[in-house]
């Protein structure tokens, strides 16, 4: 009976660890977000107003230059300034989401219209995309339609990704029906997330694409959660 109740006690008090573990570690993540965001906002506006003078000051020069490789540096110049002005973007969403202007909107229209925007890559690439089920052509949810158009955006360009040495290449949508409540799926063929990363794919600025800001996913968390 002592062993017993010694184990009982040494089970108890692991179970009350592992709590308080989780809960220390999502305190922190909390925390870490909240730092990070304000950071982050801090940056972004100290970054995007000399971007502007600089892509206007290199678009003015440009037509004074009369060599060809230098108008294609010029031109290159420019690209570079509208990639380093998408990540602030992205960077400023991540920090300060706008405030959603839910309507009733119907999904399957908005995945569609969202589909179309790929159509070319999505053939090119020979993606099959498969939509839900006809019997929710027709449902509508509370929702802000751009930042669900954001999500899908963003779950669209991951799947492709993802799809990038797949032998059998197909996206597919599905909802669900659960008592009062839908499921809503988004699959693909990819070879998946790793098992270690999984914790870290919501994580801002956390990715493994080469040319990733690892913004994306963290924004798609925080606009639904709101």
Known sequence: MIVFRLTAIAYDNAINLQAEKKKFKENLSEEKKSVVAGIASMMAHEIKNPLTSIRSTILILNDYIENSEMKELAKNLVSEVDRINNITNSVLKFARPPKLNKEE???????????????????????????????????????????????????????INALENSKYKFIKVKIKQQNKHYLFEWEDSGEGIPKDKLEKIFEPFFTTKSSGNGLGLAICKKLLEE
């Open 105 to 159: 909107v119907n999904i399957c229209e908005t995945i569609k219209s969202v589909k179309s925007l790929f159509t070319n890559i999505l053939e090119d690439k020979k993606i099959s995309f498969i939509l839900p089920d006809k019997n929710f052509e027709n449902m509508t949810i509370n929702i802000d339609e751009q930042a669900l158009r954001q999500i899908l955006n963003n779950f669209m360009k991951n799947s």
